[in-house]
Nanobody, 124 residues
């Protein structure tokens, strides 16, 4: 069982930056592929970014490419999402996720383990 806890959300203005953090309580953290997803009110959950277990491969949704950066620090069991040039349409609850199969996250947009989410609100 992988426990994931997100933090770093908040209320910001368009154009601002935020960094989300996902702390994992799992000794085998470095064996898991990880991802960020988001869900806006009234919309389905959508894939945002994914990263392989060793961090060598990263993937992004077209809507965030060039603005968001996913990274991980396996020595700290932590996943990050640096979000720059935020837009009102980025407003959503952001979730981190873990799975042993990267394709589950970046292709099928599924994962075995999920955090509880952190709210990001971008005002215009």
């Amino acid at each position: 069982q992988v426990q994931l806890v997100e933090s770093g959300g908040g209320l910001v203005q368009a154009g601002d930056s935020l960094r989300l953090t996902c702390a994992a309580y799992e000794r085998a953290f470095r064996t898991y592929d990880l991802g960020w997803f988001r869900q806006a009110p009234g919309k389905e959950r959508e894939f945002v970014a994914g990263i392989s277990a060793r961090g060598g491969s990263v993937y992004y949704a077209d809507s965030v490419k060039g603005r968001f950066t996913i990274s991980r620090d396996n020595s700290k069991n932590t996943l990050y999402l640096q979000m720059n040039s935020l837009k009102p349409e980025d407003t959503a609850v952001y979730y981190c996720a873990a799975d042993l199969r990267l394709n589950s996250i970046v292709v099928f947009h599924k994962a075995d383990y999920w955090g509880q989410g952190t709210q990001v609100t971008v005002s215009s």
